[in-house]
């Protein structure tokens, strides 16, 4: 049995703080992710890994040293890695001959994988070339998906949902109008996959909307799509299975339309509207003989005492 599978118990608080964080929650923690060079990694495969790293902090563990591993043919070593980083999105770049500027991008599933897409960089424009401001650390993206193919093709289909998943960053509740200040443009065309990244300028426009300006940031890539590895039907939707807890609690009586709208339906008894109170008013006053009627004739009258 491995280290990290053995049922550890913590013997300081810090240890058991430590292990609680790694629990099973019903909302998840933001999904990390890590970024791994291979044993022959060229420069531009380095520089690719860093801005990446930069656009993804602070929910990225970038591993420096060279790790020699093929994850099309073994596995181990990145499951090994996202156990002990506590990751479950990964980058995974190399550089060889037959496949020249390689990355691999993928997620985990209960710490194995669940899909890999392996994308070729033809042309790329890191963070540096480009003499623009940047947006700070942390920033969460917008992303724009353009093409067809992203929602015809089953294999871009799954880049779109993988690529979701690694630049989407934490949930929010609210959202600032000043706080949409990137863009991560992803567009699908003639076989290629175009990233571009563009810093968002609100300009004066005499009204109460402001115009809008793209600027572009960097990093620029210019993708090929070249092996998958994609996870089956059921475990894909074994993936997708959410715990009971998040479920909404059916409410009887209440439905809702099309647009949105809520009814609810009340239950209530037959009323009597002859007893209803109405405006007291001299002229609405019932007539001695209209009560006598009601009541099935006259009443008897009452006997004097004596």
């Known amino acids: 049995m491995e280290a990290l599978d053995r049922v550890v118990k913590p013997k300081t608080k810090r ?36 801005d990446i790293y ?50 691999i991008i993928g997620r985990m599933f209960d710490y194995h994988v669940l899909d890999m897409i392996e994308l070729g960089v033809e042309k790329f424009v890191s963070l540096k070339d ?24 089953e294999e871009y289909r799954r880049l779109k949902s993988l690529l979701i998943d690694f630049f989407r960053g934490p949930t929010v509740p609210n959202i600032r109008l000043a706080g949409l200040e990137y863009v991560l443009h992803f567009t699908a065309v003639d ?29 620029s890539l210019d993708l090929v799509m070249r092996r998958t590895h994609l996870a089956s039907d059921d475990l894909y939707k074994l993936s997708l299975k959410q715990p009971k807890g998040l479920k909404p609690k059916k409410k009887k009586n209440i439905s809702h339309d099309v647009f949105g709208t809520t009814y609810g339906r009340i239950h209530m008894q037959k009323q009597d509207l002859s007893k209803l ?10 007539r001695p003989a ?6 099935g004739g006259a009443t008897p009258k009452k006997s004097k005492s004596a």
Do not use: W
């Not at 060079?37 to 420069?43: D, F, Q, R, Y």
């Not at 591993?69 to 995974?92: I, V």
């Open 54 to 103: 930069a656009v993804k902090k602070p929910f990225a563990v970038l591993y420096k040293r060279k790790n020699i591993t093929r994850p099309f043919e073994d596995q181990t070593s990145l499951e090994f890695f996202s156990k002990k980083s506590d990751c479950s999105l990964f980058l995974f770049g190399s550089h060889n001959k037959k496949r020249p500027n390689n990355l």
């Open 130 to 153: 480009i003499k623009n401001s940047k947006c700070p650390e942390g920033t969460k993206p917008m992303l724009i998906f353009a093409g067809d193919v992203f929602d015809v093709n």
């Open 191 to 219: 076989g290629k996959i175009y990233m571009r990244s563009y810093k968002v300028l609100l300009k004066k426009s005499g009204c109460k909307i402001p115009r809008i300006e793209l600027e572009e940031m960097g990093p």
């Open 277 to 286: 109170q109405t405006r007291k008013m001299k002229g609405l006053r019932k």
């Open 15 to 50: 240890a058991k703080r430590f292990l609680e964080k790694r629990e099973p929650k019903l909302k998840e923690n933001t999904k990390n992710a890590m970024l791994i060079k291979g044993g022959n990694a060229n420069l531009t495969v380095t520089e690719v890994l860093k």
């Open 290 to 295: 209209e009560k006598s009627a009601e009541d």
